[in-house]
């Protein structure tokens, strides 16, 4: 096979892995595409089944770690059977299992050294793992450990499900003439040492994959890659992973790094619609979005994509394109810098368990410098505000509801000024064009809201979106009432 004439590539999430029926659907996708690069989660499941096996071995329990490794191996081998796997990928497969116990081992071991009651070790939040994640760092099972290495360990831990699926998807592209081959994506994706939620270092991973992987999909030789998304490596070699949205968000440097053609991502659903389905059946699939649209999605509880993927396309204006891998030929939604209509609404979006957070104090008042302090508090915590509106001696932001779990942030804060905790809100977005020059719009909003208090609304901002915070239970109904008008309708202003 001679080199791509243009280099895509393509995303498949864990349901688009979940069995080698689907694996197979997901390879004629490939095979149709000519992708270049293929970025895979882990199959289905199996990234919870590994957080619940964390869960045990930091707890001490590795008593009940077997039922767990149990059902993950027959898991695989069963679609490695499917795939009427040879021996050297059954061998990888066992060398995995094999790994798998020995840092489950290595994680109880190091509690255990620590002394501490490891009933009362911290519970993982499955959603910060997302089936989308997580690197290796190979150790001897008798290799010392000191009590920094659990955070490494888990790192390790976690990715090890896309280390499986990209083994057992290169075997199923080989079973249908694509040539293809697994390819470490640490060897690139070069990170800081943030272990669960890695900062990728850019500078870094363009070379590198230039020089390691570019060739491999060039020449005379050329074949399909499939490698592992959410996963990452410091300088030194030591596994990371990337976090919620790990695996779109791999996908994404991976075609910036390549200079790519397009980026494909790949889930069960086709394309974004204009609201979530589950919560009002009468939506409208997106055909077309502009980057500042879909930013404006996906920041505000858009699922089908992660905030963070959009990135690395935008700064090469990469075209990104959104599919289901289970009814390819349904289209999906695309995604450019600039597109042929630019609709006043586009979508609706809702984002849950958000907290408000006001700060007052007559020190802000004819002042300047308080923001400055009040966000430099959120940049040396690290955590991320949606939603600001202020007053003469009051700020007010919203936040994720688990941000309240940040003591040390919230006491820094409240020395600012007399600081309102309120919690357990819904934001509702509207996302379009032009919002913040169309008179009417938000006459026609509080009219259809007149009897659901709105606790703050952001608008002015941005163009793309308009923002209304409601209390929790709430926003549903004001959802559903508002894609009725403002979609459903097409409202005219």
């Known amino acids: 096979m001679s080199s791509f004439s243009k280099i895509i590539v393509s995303k498949f999430g864990g349901s688009s892995m979940a069995d080698a029926v689907a694996m197979k659907r997901s390879a004629e996708i490939v095979k149709k595409q000519n992708s270049a690069v293929v970025v895979v989660s882990a199959t289905y499941g199996t990234t919870n089944l590994l957080v619940a096996a964390a869960e045990k071995a930091d707890k001490g329990k590795s008593e009940q770690l077997e039922p767990i490794f149990k059902e993950i191996r027959e898991n695989h081998n069963k679609i490695a059977a499917d795939l009427n796997a040879d021996a050297f990928l059954l061998e990888e497969l ?7 116990d020995t840092v489950a081992r290595q ?3 190091v509690r255990q ?7 009362e070790a911290e519970d993982i939040d499955p959603d910060l793992i997302d089936p989308e994640k997580q690197p290796k760092r190979s150790l001897e099972p008798d290799e010392k450990l000191s009590t920094g290495e659990i955070p490494r360990l888990k790192d390790t831990f976690f990715g090890l499900g896309e280390r499986m699926s990209s083994l057992l998807f290169t075997r199923c592209l080989q079973i249908i003439g694509v040539p293809a081959s697994t390819f470490d994506v640490a060897k690139v994706m070069r990170t800081d040492d943030r272990f669960s939620r890695a900062v990728p270092v850019f500078d870094a991973i363009e070379p590198l994959a230039q020089k390691y992987l570019y060739p491999l999909i060039s020449g005379d030789n050329a074949k399909t890659i499939v490698t592992q998304g959410f996963i990452g490596a410091t300088e030194s070699g030591v596994r990371t992973t990337l976090g919620r949205g ?3 968000y791999s996908a994404a440097i991976l075609a910036w790094a390549l200079n790519a053609a397009e980026l494909e991502i790949w889930t069960d659903v086709g394309g974004v619609a204009t609201t979530d389905p589950r919560i009002t059946p009468n939506t409208k699939p997106i055909r077309e979005l502009s980057f500042q649209e879909a930013a404006e999605l996906a920041t505000f509880g ?11 396309a935008i700064w090469k204006e990469i075209p990104v ?3 289901s891998s289970i009814h390819p030929d349904d289209g999906g939604t695309r995604i450019y810098r600039t597109v042929g209509e630019a609709p006043l609404i586009r979508a609706l979006t809702i984002r849950r368990n958000q907290s408000l957070l006001t700060i007052t104090t007559p020190d802000m008042l004819n002042t300047y410098g308080f923001l400055y302090r009040v966000f430099k508090l959120f940049n040396d915590y690290k955590v991320s505000v949606d939603s600001i509106t202020t007053s003469e001696i009051s700020v007010a932001m919203t936040v994720d509801d688990v941000t309240l779990n940040n003591t040390e942030l919230l006491e820094a804060l409240g020395k600012l000024g007399q600081l309102q905790i309120e919690k357990s809100f819904d934001q509702v977005s509207i996302i379009g064009n032009n919002i913040n020059h169309t008179a009417g719009l ?4 509080f009219q259809e809201l007149s009897d659901i208090n709105v606790r703050m609304i952001g608008q002015g901002a941005s163009k793309h979106n ?9 926003g549903e109904e004001a959802l559903k009432r508002l894609h009725k008008i403002l979609i459903e309708k097409e409202v005219q202003l």
């Open 107 to 109: 994680i109880a071991a």
């Open 113 to 119: 050294a620590e002394g501490e009651n490891v009933e």
């Open 466 to 474: 308009f923002c209304l915070l409601v209390d929790e239970g709430n």
């Open 94 to 100: 066992k060398k995995i299992y094999k790994e798998m």
């Open 321 to 323: 394109y959104v599919g």
């Open 442 to 445: 938000a006459q026609k909003v």
């Open 302 to 312: 858009a699922k089908i994509l992660h905030p963070s993927t959009l990135i690395p």
């Open 246 to 248: 790990g695996s779109d």
